[in-house]
């Protein structure tokens, strides 16, 4: 059997999981829409974000990897993104505070279980609370990677072994994990933990508007 097949068969198979998360997700109050490719995504993010004047960068590698920035920018939207080169901190914590009042916040999640309960853990806090309350808007791009099978212990499971050490790594952090690759668990005794703050949204909250993209591809961590 060739690679190809192989590949078709496997992508059949998250397809239908991913309809199965978001009939899940529609349920706790959430609009989803289910993406073949990250293309598809980023038409999807484009076309949501229309309306919008500013647009907030949490800082998720998933949005990134859609390279929107230029687009929007030309089309005169604010780009409002602390990962920008040559910021200075004060700069930096500036647009972290716009971003939760912005018109649209594009953000992923560190993971999202099979029966559509989101699972955050952040340090900084800014992009969870954005998630939570704030932003006219929120669209959440959530890879095929995110998805966990079990509960919320499964999800911070995924967590612990994935996006906390690695995107410790990424951000040149002074933590265990950035070292060895493998979480020690470091949140309390390190000032440089990326583990600060764990939420678990189990429906849309009140009064927010999040749309949510599910893609059929990996993307980000
Ligand atoms: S708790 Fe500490 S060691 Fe574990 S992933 Fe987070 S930053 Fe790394």
Known sequence: MEQSTVD?????????RLERVAEKLRKRGYEVTCCATRDEARAKVLELAEGA?????GGSLSVACLNLTREMRDAGKEILNHGFPNLTAEERDEIRRRQLTCD??????NALTDDGIIVNVDGVGNRVA????GPRRTVLVIGRNKLVSGDVDAALARIAEIAGPVNAYRLGCKTPCAT?????????ANDGSICRITT???QRPAWSDIKILLVNEDLGL
């Not at 078709?8 to 239908?16: D, H, V």
């Not at 004047?53 to 960068?57: A, K, L, P, R, V």
Request: proline fraction near 0%; hydrophobic fraction near 45%; glycine fraction near 8%.
């Open 8 to 16: 078709a068969m496997l992508t059949w198979q998250s397809t239908a």
């Open 53 to 57: 004047q500013s647009i907030g960068f």
């Open 104 to 109: 649209c916040f594009l953000s992923s999640v």
């Open 130 to 133: 954005a998630m939570i309350y």
């Open 180 to 188: 060895t690759g493998k979480c020690a668990n470091c949140a309390g």
């Open 200 to 202: 678990v949204i189990r």
